[in-house]
C-alpha cells in the first residue's frame, strides 16, 4: 500500500482510465494500489543447532574441517606446481601439471566456500527481520543502533567468540591466493629477468623487414603509397618449431607504412628513422599489448580493437584516443645495396604494455 513521505497516510488509488476515486484528496499525488497484499514473513523456525548443542559443536567442527581442507588443497596447488613442472613439451607433463594444480584450486575455493555458506546456514544468528527503507545518512540514534547491530553481529556469529573457526577462515584466506602467485611468477622464465627480456627484441642493425608469415625480405619498391604489411624479422621463421619461437615473434612484430613524405610529422630526432616515407612500428599496443592490427590509410590512423586506442602514424604514433598512455615505439629502418628494407637497430624503447617503459 503506498503511504506519502510525511504523514504516512493512504494515497487515493486511480483507475485505468487515470479518473482518480471519490475518496482521494486534491492536491495529492495518486499512485496505484499494489495488486498484491504483502504476504508478511514466514513463521521463524528454530534450527537442529538452535536447540542441540551436541548438533552445534558438530556443525563448528565440520566448518573448521571445511577450512582446514581450503588451506590443504590451496598448498597442494602450489606443491603440485613444483611436483609435476612442463619443462619439455611433452603433452603428459602438460595434462599432469593442469590436473594436480586445477584439483588444488578447486579443493581450496570449494571448501572455503561451503564452509562459509555452512557457517552462515548452521551457526550464525537465523533470525528473519525487516529492513525499512529511510534516508542514507541516518540519524544520530541510527547510527549508534547501527553500532550496536555490527557488535550483536560479531557476538551472534561468534567471529570473535569462535576463534578456531575464524582464525582457520583466515588462514584459509590468506593460503588461497597464493597458487595464483606462484602460476604468474611461473611466466616468466626462472633464471632470466623479465625486464630485461621484454626490452629486447629479435631486431638488430642490418636484419632485414621480412613478410609475416612467409618470411619473404621486403624492398622498398615493393611498398606502394597507402599500403600497409605486417612484418617480421627475416630468420624469425628458422625458428618457427623451435622453443621461444613464439615469444620472440610476440616481441619482435612490425607494422609497414608508406606515406607521402610531406605527410609525416617527424620528430628531429627521428628524421633518419624511415625511408622516403615509409615508416614501422612495433605492433604491439602499449595499452595492454593486443596486436594493433587495423589501418586507416586515409588519415593514417592505427586501431587497436580491443580498447580502441588509436596512433597517428603521421605524427610519430602518438596516442589520439583511447586508454593507451604512449606511442607505439618506432622501428629505425634504412634501405641496403640491393634495395632490401633493412632495421637500423633494435627498438630504442622497450615494446608492449606501458608498465615495462617505467623499468
Ligand atoms: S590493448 Fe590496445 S587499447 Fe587496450
Known amino acids: 500500500m503506498a503511504q506519502d513521505d510525511n504523514g504516512g497516510k493512504d494515497l487515493t488509488a ?7 476515486h471519490a475518496e482521494e484528496s486534491a492536491g495529492l499525488a495518486v499512485i496505484a494500489r499494489d495488486a498484491l497484499t504483502d504476504p508478511g514473513l ?8 538452535d536447540i542441540d548443542p551436541k548438533a552445534e559443536k558438530r556443525a563448528e567442527r565440520t566448518v573448521y574441517t571445511l577450512f582446514y581442507l581450503s588451506i590443504v588443497g590451496s598448498v597442494w596447488a602450489v606443491a603440485a606446481y613444483m611436483l609435476f613442472p612442463m619443462e619439455s613439451n611433452n603433452v603428459g607433463d602438460v595434462r599432469l601439471n593442469n590436473l594436480f594444480i586445477g584439483l588444488g584450486i578447486t579443493l581450496g575455493l570449494l571448501a572455503l566456500g561451503i564452509g562459509a555458506v555452512h557457517w552462515a546456514k548452521a551457526l550464525m544468528y537465523a533470525k528473519e527481520g525487516i529492513d525499512v527503507r529511510h534516508p542514507t545518512r541516518g540519524t544520530e540514534e541510527t547510527r549508534a543502533r547501527a553500532v550496536e ?14 576463534t578456531l573457526i575464524r582464525n582457520t577462515l583466515i588462514g ?3 593460503a588461497f591466493p597464493l597458487p595464483a602467485v ?20 629479435l631486431w638488430a642493425k642490418g636484419t632485414r623487414l621480412a613478410l609475416d ?9 615493393d611498398v606502394t603509397l597507402g599500403s600497409s604489411f605486417h612484418v617480421i624479422p627475416e630468420g624469425l621463421t628458422d625458428l618457427s618449431h623451435g622453443e621461444g619461437y613464439l615469444e620472440e615473434k610476440a616481441k619482435a612484430v612490425v607494422l609497414l607504412m608508406r606515406l607521402k613524405p610531406e605527410d609525416l610529422h617527424e620528430l628531429p630526432e627521428r628524421k633518419d628513422w624511415s625511408y622516403d616515407g615509409i615508416v614501422a612500428y ?9 596486436p594493433v592490427a587495423l589501418y586507416e590509410q586515409q588519415t593514417h590512423h592505427l586501431l587497436c580493437p580491443c580498447h580502441q586506442s588509436q596512433f597517428d602514424v603521421s605524427n610519430h604514433c602518438e596516442v589520439i584516443f583511447g586508454p593507451a598512455a604512449r606511442a607505439l615505439p618506432q622501428l629505425p629502418i634504412a634501405v641496403d645495396a640491393e634495395g632490401y628494407l633493412i632495421a637500423q637497430s633494435d627498438f630504442t624503447e622497450p615494446v608492449g604494455p606501458s608498465f615495462w617503459e617505467r623499468h
Not at 608469415?213 to 619498391?221: D, E, Q, V
Not at 612495433?282 to 593486443?290: P, R
Open 149 to 162: 547491530i555490527f557488535q550483536e553481529a560479531n557476538e551472534e556469529s561468534g567471529f570473535g567468540r569462535r
Open 172 to 174: 584459509a584466506l590468506v
Open 182 to 201: 606462484v602460476l604468474f611468477r611461473g611466466l616468466a622464465p626462472q633464471d632470466q629477468n623479465p625486464v630485461e627480456l621484454l626490452s629486447h627484441t
Open 282 to 290: 612495433s605492433k604491439i599496443c602499449t595499452h595492454v599489448g593486443c
Open 14 to 20: 486511480a483507475d485505468s482510465s487515470g479518473l482518480a
Open 213 to 221: 608469415p612467409s618470411g619473404a625480405p621486403i624492398k622498398a619498391s
Open 42 to 49: 514466514p513463521p521463524h523456525h528454530e534450527r537442529i543447532t
